[in-house]
């Protein structure tokens, strides 16, 4: 008899762990993703971790769990393309602010992968995590002690074998992106964020071998002649973006290769607190962000694909969101509609995962977050985010704090 409602209790709790709860989400306005509109007065249902049906506000059948949105505005859940995370903690903040889906934009000892499979397997309720592993660099620092086969890089990535190494081993560890750079950093202040790193010849070589195991490459990029090398090399996605010129940004559009230019980041850099605090930085980003907002304003005009990336690790005393992201995506010059996609359906095409997740559509992964006002009007209110559902369970409920 114990045995038999320990099975119970196991069977209910892998329930509730994936996903599998049937719930109505009803009363609800719906922004899904596709339409440029809203869809009033909708209900969804979510069962197995997926979107059911979704249907107009009426009769409910039993069986179901039933969650008001008391008139509420339901959004596909956030993509965040540029994050750091690598704790619980930072990917449960994550979750909380709405992002349901995160690409690791490199962590030093492949927390990323750990957390990916977590989630997979149902030990955390947090972002589902497309991990990047190990930076692929010219110094690996104290990265090099992530992997025992790393241990003869320690004099620098610079040789063919060297930057072939790096990123078999990343695939090895099995990584779904591979990250490297064209140019400096520009969050330390000893760095020079303009100045070229990679050539495209050696660029071409990490490209060429992430592609024998179908793996696509992120490049870090704020200047335009790395920047440039790195759209010829083939990447996917160019992160940062500060100082392309138009010549890199119609290559950009003649390859479909993604911008994800992290404004907030940069703004951030500009004043004291959040993620970074340096009076040198503070300098810097003053004159980073006239030119960031030039590029993301062209890229926008030209028709390149531009994803939402907040390029922070979701620590403690982190202010930067995603939600802050689509805002000032708007106040440069965006489209509501096209802001709130930028971190949800161009987020996942950019990720391969577009079929799953990115709009609120039939058969996709219930990947949902509720916002008091409609975002299309208030565009303040993306950042108040009361509701969360990733993967069909629910992580963060705060709708009574929502209603008027």
């Not at 990947?367 to 993306?382: F, G, Q, W």
Request: no cysteine; net charge positive; hydrophobic share 40%.
């Amino acid at each position: 008899m114990r045995k038999v409602l320990l099975f119970a209790v196991l069977l209910t709790l892998s329930s509730i762990i994936f996903g599998q709860n049937k719930i109505i989400l009803y009363n609800a306005n719906l922004i899904d993703g596709i339409a440029s509109v809203e869809k009033r007065n909708m209900m969804i249902f979510v069962s197995n971790g997926k979107i059911e049906s979704i249907k107009k506000d009426g009769l409910k059948p039993k069986g179901y769990k039933l969650v008001d949105l008391g008139g509420m505005y339901l959004l596909p859940g956030f993509i965040d393309a540029h994050t750091h995370i690598r704790t619980i903690d930072a990917a449960n903040r994550a979750l909380e602010s709405g992002v349901t889906t995160a690409r690791s934009a490199s962590t030093p000892n492949f927390q990323d992968i750990s957390i990916r499979e977590m989630v997979k397997t149902g030990a955390l309720i947090g972002p589902d995590m497309i991990a990047t592993g190990v930076f692929v660099t010219p110094n690996l620092g104290e990265t090099i002690l992530a992997d025992t086969r790393l241990g003869n890089l320690h004099g620098g990535v610079n040789k063919e074998d060297d930057l072939r190494k790096v990123v078999q081993v990343n695939a090895q560890r099995g990584v779904d992106f591979i990250k490297t750079r064209g140019t400096e950093r520009a969050g330390l202040p000893q760095t020079d964020p303009r100045k070229q790193t990679y050539t495209e010849s050696q660029l071409k070589i990490i490209v060429d071998e992430a592609n024998k195991y179908n793996i696509p490459v992120m490049a870090h990029a704020h200047g335009d002649e790395g920047g440039y090398a790195a759209v010829k090399a083939g990447v996917r996605s160019i992160e940062h973006g500060t100082y392309l010129t138009s010549k890199t940004l119609k290559l950009m559009k003649k390859m479909d290769t993604f911008l994800v230019p992290t404004f907030t980041t940069v703004l951030d850099l500009t004043q004291p607190g959040g993620d970074y605090d340096n009076p040198v930085l503070i300098i810097r980003g003053q004159h980073m962000l006239p030119s960031l907002e030039t590029t993301v304003k062209m890229a926008y005009k030209m028709g390149i694909k531009i994803a939402t990336g907040a390029d922070t690790g979701y620590g403690p005393n982190s202010t930067t969101r995603i939600g802050m992201e689509i805002t000032n995506f708007i106040n440069l010059g965006m489209k509501p509609i096209d802001a709130i996609r930028s971190a949800t359906i161009v987020g996942a095409e950019l990720l391969g995962i577009s079929k799953k997740t990115g709009t609120v559509d039939i058969g996709k992964d219930a990947d949902l977050i509720v916002v008091t006002k409609n975002p299309l009007n208030d565009v303040h209110t993306i950042q108040d985010v009361v509701f969360v559902m990733s993967n069909g369970n629910i992580a963060l409920n705060r709708l009574p704090f929502g209603k008027d």
